[in-house]
Structures are given as structure tokens and as C-alpha cells.
């Protein structure tokens, strides 16, 4: 950063993605979720530094090449449904011609068919079919959206990113998207997985399935959607559990992610005090303790690692508990 200064946007983040898994990836804005899956694509700024492991099937992606992810990861392996649609497409041309281009390039279609196939693309994602020969700026923001993930649904890449995928579209919308993306892991043809923080991949599970790590703000969608939920606050993944214990009983166990639940408005409607840390000016320990109705001496100089699905002090069941050290060598950004 400008004047020497380093920003820790992701740290000590781990976790693997198997064929036919979702996992969700939720936290408040700026806690580093895009910024991890820009590095799993490679497309992190100039500047940016990056350590630890991401397999995917074999292959490296945090020291892969820009030859190699550009000719054989981005769209082919991993598709992406990025965060700001509008600023993605390509705004001199229709959605009809990228729609054709991209799946010419992905699938071999030939000439005489690309027009039926991109309209079977675009109906994948909803998108109008009478909108098909607009330009990007002619869109509307949900319009925008759902060309977007048509576009990354046209591979039917063994992984997919999803970062806000349901960004400016009403709930019934929000709906047909997950469940489109939802037949997208579940559909035969994954042959692998992802995995971070020196943790392998998951191998082949028979051609079944492919995997979904969708990064969103919306728990409605993600508990529509989603098998596991990673918990993300300042850089860290705080909280990974499975989406129906998650979700259901026992519920979180973080208090972040218990607050994150009961904001929502069919819950407590409680919102979390004060604000998250600036990632260039962390706290020594725990950078969720200024806000945290549990928080002792220990939480203000002591980082707590992800231990059992939580990176807490105090766990439900566990006051004042202390946890194992600090794991180091992950990933991180």
C-alpha cells in the first residue's frame, strides 16, 4: 500500500470444496471475502502478495501462471459470477454476441447453433430472452446479474465461484437463481475439488456433481443453498460449521455469527454493535472483541484459532475456555 503499509486483507484462511458441495462464505462488507476468490483466479493486483496453498485438482493456483490460468482455469475449471456484473461485460457488445463467443470458446458449438445455445445459456440464468440483443448499459443492475451468471454457468466448470450472485434481484429472482446454481453442483461431470490452506483436494468422486463457493450477504439464500457456511470477520474465517446445524440447532457458535443471525429481521432483528476493524489497523487478539458482549483480557491479546469449528475464547458451553495456539502457515492475501 501507499507509504509501505500492509494490509493482512486474508489470513490463516483454510478449507476444502468437494464435487456436489456448496459451500457459503458470508460476512460484513470488507472482511475479505472477494478478495480470497480473487486469488484463487489470479487476478489479485500487482502489488498484492500471497502465501499458503489452493489446489484444484492438481493444479497450484496461488503459483500458477498468467498463461495457464488464462488457457486452462478461468471459465474452463472455474467459472465466476463476479461481484459487479456491469463492470465485467463487455459494453460494446450485445449480450447475445458474448453469449455466443463465450460458449464457442468453452464448448466447440458450432456457427449454426450458437445462437439456440446462447439462448438455452441465457434461460440457465433467467435472463430474458427479448433482452438478448441489448448492450450492457441498457441493463438494469439485476439484468446485469443475471447475464453474468449465464455467462459463468456456460462451461459448466467443475468449480464456480459466486461472489453476490443474487445482488439486485427481487426474492423470487434470488430463488430461481440458487436453484438454478443448486442443479449446477448437482448436475453429473465435477471431477474434483478445491482445497486452501495446504489442505488437498478432495479427489474424484466418480464424475458427480461440481462445487459452488458462493460468497453472498444473503443468509435467506445461503441457507437455501449451501451444505457448509464459513463465517468471515476482519481476514479470518471465524466460524465454519454445517448449514443445517448452522442454521438450525445448535445453531452458531461464534458470537459474530450468532449476531449475523439474529439481524435478520424473521429473528431477534438485533443489529451488532459498533463496527468491524479496518484491516490495516487490526487489534493484537481477538479482532472481534470490541464488539463482543463476552470478551475478557485474554480476547484483546490473544488471536484464537479455529478450533472446532470456531475461532473463539469462549464457545457456547466453554466460558472462559482457553484454546489451543494459533495455527500458523495457511493462506493468506
Known sequence: MRGGRHVAAVTDVSFDLAPGQCLALVGESGCGKSVLASALLGLLPGNAQTAGTAHLDGTELLTASERELSRSVRGRRIGLVPQSPAAHLTPVRTVRAQLEETVRELTGTPKH???????????RAAFPADHLDRHPHE???????????????????????????????????????????????????????????????PGDTGGVGRALLMITHDLAAAERIA?????????????????ADFFGAPGPRHPYARGL??????????????????????????????????????????????TDGAACHHPPGTPGEPVAAVREGAAGA
Not at 229 to 238: D, K, N, P, S, T
Not at 279 to 296: I, K, Q, S, Y
Open 113 to 123: 447453433a450458437l445462437r439456440a445455445a446462447a439462448e438455452q445459456a441465457a434461460a
Open 139 to 201: 441493463l438494469s443492475g439485476g439484468l446485469a446479474q443475471r447475464a453474468a451468471t449465464a455467462l459463468a454457468l456456460v462451461g459448466d466448470a467443475p468449480l464456480l465461484l459466486a461472489d453476490e450472485p443474487t445482488t439486485g434481484l427481487d426474492r423470487d429472482l434470488v430463488d430461481r437463481t440458487v436453484d438454478e446454481l443448486r442443479r449446477h453442483i448437482d448436475a453429473p461431470g465435477g471431477t474434483g475439488g478445491v482445497g486452501t490452506g495446504g489442505v488437498g483436494t
Open 227 to 243: 451444505d457448509r457456511v464459513a463465517v468471515m470477520y476482519a481476514g479470518r474465517i471465524v466460524e465454519l460449521a454445517e448449514a
Open 261 to 306: 443471525l439474529d439481524a435478520l429481521p424473521d429473528r431477534a432483528f438485533t443489529p451488532i454493535p459498533g463496527m468491524p476493524p479496518e484491516l490495516g489497523d487490526l487489534p493484537p487478539g481477538c479482532a472481534f472483541a470490541a464488539r463482543c458482549d463476552r470478551a475478557t483480557d485474554r480476547c484483546t491479546s490473544v488471536v484464537p484459532a479455529l
